[in-house]
């Protein structure tokens, strides 16, 4: 019995590690087109808005990688903004500890 709950205690513990590195959100074909700039880079542009992205910032005890928070948050901004006619994102917040991050969208003359 002891050697059943260790090996189901190494399986959740490896379970929840990879799942903290993971990223699960898909880019759609129209937020491909969509690019992430900074600040600088959009002074040509129009602003269309802002929108919030949402992610998980843990799993279970474990935090989750900030480069793969953003590149989800960033995923879920481009997706949006492409649902709203624009083509670039930026970044108009830090990271929230509980995975939030707003983003201003652009429409620029590329």
Known sequence: MEE???????????T???ASGCSWVSLTPEGETVKVAKRNEVAN???????????VSRVGILSRDEKVI??????LA?????????????????????????????????
């Open 4 to 14: 059943k709950m260790r090996k189901a205690t190494l399986v959740l513990i490896a």
């Open 45 to 55: 542009c129009q602003k269309l808005g802002t929108t919030t992205s949402n992610g």
């Open 78 to 110: 481009r997706n949006e903004a492409a649902a709203l006619g624009g083509n670039t994102v930026v970044p108009d917040s830090e990271i929230s500890i509980d995975g939030r991050q707003r983003f201003a969208i652009y429409q620029c003359p590329y």
């Open 16 to 18: 929840t590690l990879m």
């Open 70 to 75: 953003f590149e989800e948050l960033s995923t």
